[in-house]
T-cell receptor
Framework: AQRVTQPEKLLSVFKGAPVELKCNYS??????LFWYVQYSRQRLQLLLR??SRESIKGFTADLNKGETSFHLKKPFAQEEDSAMYYC????????FGAGTRLTVKP | DTGVSQNPRHKITKRGQNVTFRCDPI?????LYWYRQTLGQGPEFLTY????????KSRLLSDRFSAERPKGSFSTLEIQRTEQGDSAMYLC?????????????FGPGTRLTVL
């Protein structure tokens, strides 16, 4: 079965604090994993993908095949990071998690 | 705007009516995807096209749903005999294709309300 789990629907941190958005997946093959973000009143857009191993807007995510996780991290959250974040798995098709709403408080 | 566009942005219909949505992808993109998103959930994959060929369909896509991409450019999603459970945001995305490079660019969505 192909599944993406984001255990936290809501996450709230203060500006400057570290943030970690959790994502766990299940897939028997070799997965491609992504993080998508949706800012208020904007369309869904790609934040980063595990293949690129890049840092975007200070965010990083490491694929841990042993723990089947792809957590999104940022050491110092900013108010403009407040958004809805979706983890996605491309296996047989594209599967999204339910999303985590991140709020960064001033 | 050279991004993915969707029309209409909102549609209100009565139960039992048919509705059709249109998606115009980014011009050089050969892959086109349809998703459905309900409140509190992430997008759910419905189907995707490689050029004009419909390559994959989710089990979520009942026989009341049909999608076309006749010339490999724009696509339409039709829902026949709508039900209240069809109320959702319908998202379209397009990509160049190719494993490792398949970044999907999303449209703004069409919000369907079935009364």
């Amino acid at each position: 079965a192909q599944r993406v789990t984001q255990p936290e629907k809501l996450l709230s941190v203060f500006k400057g604090a570290p943030v970690e958005l959790k994502c766990n997946y299940s897939y028997s093959g070799s997965p491609e994993l992504f993080w998508y973000v949706q800012y208020s009143r904007q369309r869904l857009q790609l934040l980063l993908r595990h293949i690129s191993r890049e840092s975007i807007k200070g965010f990083t995510a490491d694929l841990n095949k042993g723990e089947t996780s792809f957590h999104l991290k940022k050491p110092f959250a900013q108010e403009e990071d407040s958004a809805m974040y979706y983890c996605a798995l491309r296996g047989n098709d594209m599967r999204f998690g339910a999303g985590t709403r991140l709020t960064v408080k001033p | 705007d050279t991004g993915v566009s969707q029309n209409p942005r909102h549609k209100i219909t009565k139960r039992g009516q048919n509705v059709t949505f249109r998606c115009d992808p980014i011009s050089e993109h050969n892959r086109l995807y349809w998703y459905r998103q309900t409140l509190g959930q992430g997008p759910e994959f419905l189907t995707y096209f490689q050029n004009e060929a419909q390559l994959e369909k989710s089990r979520l896509l009942s026989d009341r749903f049909s999608a076309e991409r006749p010339k490999g450019s724009f696509s339409t999603l039709e829902i026949q005999r709508t039900e209240q459970g069809d109320s959702a945001m319908y998202l379209c995305a397009s990509s160049l294709g190719g494993r490792g490079t398949d970044t999907q660019y999303f449209g703004p969505g069409t919000r369907l309300t079935v009364l």
